[in-house]
């Protein structure tokens, strides 16, 4: 069951199946959680931010078996899923795309503070916060998105 969870329920396997390695993983998960908030751009910002919690606390359930030494297993993308859903927050249209692909970029780089720092935290807790700061750069860039269009 952790696995199942962890692999986005299996979304972030499909890369090892398609080629024979996780590249590009992680990005299947982000569009699965970004093509799922779609689905709810006119529910209200605190249901929102029920389903990225419920997705921060499956990562950090479903991840933590497989977090031996700071590892974090490609396929792994439930971190991910978390990591957009709290970009998007009350978000659509352009500001709800530029918080996608900023918190994307912000993960995939790690360049912007706090990103790498949040990665080097012990377990699960490691696995899943490098994302949600990521994705916390992605949900500022929306909403000033948002305030300038």
């Known amino acids: 069951m952790h696995k199942f969870v962890a692999s986005g329920f299996g979304v972030g396997l499909i890369p090892s199946r398609m080629w024979g390695s996780d590249n590009g993983a992680g990005t299947f998960g982000a569009v699965l959680a970004a ?3 779609l689905l709810w751009w006119d529910k209200p910002w605190w249901w929102q931010t029920a389903v990225f919690i419920l997705f921060l606390l499956l990562s950090l359930w ?5 977090a031996d030494d700071h590892a974090d ?5 439930i971190d991910e899923m978390a990591g957009t ?3 998007v927050i009350g978000l659509a249209g352009w500001p709800w795309l530029i918080a996608v692909v900023v918190a994307r970029l912000a993960d995939i780089f790690k360049v912007l503070p ?10 699960s807790v490691g696995i899943t ?3 949600v700061v990521a994705g916390l750069y992605g ?3 929306g909403w000033l998105a ?4």
């Open 62 to 66: 479903s991840a933590a078996p497989f």
């Open 139 to 141: 949900l500022a860039a």
């Open 114 to 123: 706090g990103v790498p720092q949040a990665e080097e935290l012990p377990g």
């Open 85 to 87: 859903f709290v970009a």
């Open 146 to 149: 948002y305030l300038i269009l």
């Open 35 to 37: 093509g799922l908030s």
């Open 73 to 77: 297993p490609g396929w792994i993308v």
């Open 129 to 131: 916060m490098d994302d």
